[in-house]
């Protein structure tokens, strides 16, 4: 299967061989569902049951677990593989380190954690950046993942960073996007929406019916030893 999206693309080519996934921070389950149609058995974690609910309606089938990143409760040599997909900047920032080496302890020999997460750079950030400005939380990660590598530089396998093209119709498309990834914004996209409107205009690039902004990422794979 050829992927379309650049995310999805950068972790099933980390996956090759993989059986059972488990899907860190799985929030509502989008990734979750996605691994399950590719014929992956998948387990989930999330400390939050609001989205865990939502997830289990989505893919009523697969194993899901309430609890956080750092404290995964699942035995040592558990799993293929596991995926921490644009969540680890969300973990405390004095719990990122213990949230990545829980990722590789429920791995077999040989096992890979895929780390996707979004950097404080490129169009989306910057247009974000008013409503919801991650810079301090995205460094931190960055930091976390730097201090497992200096730790066991052998356990990186790769490290990609890529642009992902995200369309909206127009601006009140893109609040609306904003909105829904995260209804606590609501007040804020309120307050700064003037100052939202001018970075569109400054950063976007328009087209006949919208716009597009650039979303920068990155990828670290790790092996389990």
Known sequence: MT?????????MGALAGARRVVDIGCGEGA????????????????????????????????EVFAARAESIPL???????????????????????????????ILRAGGVLVVVEPLAEGSFFKVMQPVDDETAVR???????????????????????????????????????????E?????QIRAQRETVMRAIADHATPDEDGFTLISRMATWVFRAA
Do not use: C, W
């Open 3 to 11: 992927e379309r999206n650049p995310t999805m693309a950068q972790i």
């Open 31 to 62: 990734l979750s569902a996605a691994l399950v149609k590719r014929g992956f058995d998948v387990v989930r974690i999330d400390p939050q049951d609001d989205l865990i609910a939502v997830a289990r309606k989505r893919v009523p089938d697969a």
């Open 75 to 105: 035995p040592k040599a558990d799993a293929d593989a596991a995926v921490i997909l644009n969540a680890l900047h969300h973990v405390p920032s004095d719990a990122m380190d213990a949230a990545l080496i829980g990722g590789l302890q």
């Open 139 to 181: 460094a931190q990660a960055l930091d976390a993942l730097a201090r497992l590598i200096a730790e066991a530089p052998e356990r990186l396998e790769r490290h990609e960073r890529y642009e992902v093209p995200i369309r909206f119709e127009g601006p009140e498309a893109f609040l609306e996007y904003l909105f829904k990834a």
């Open 183 to 187: 209804p606590a914004r609501g007040d």
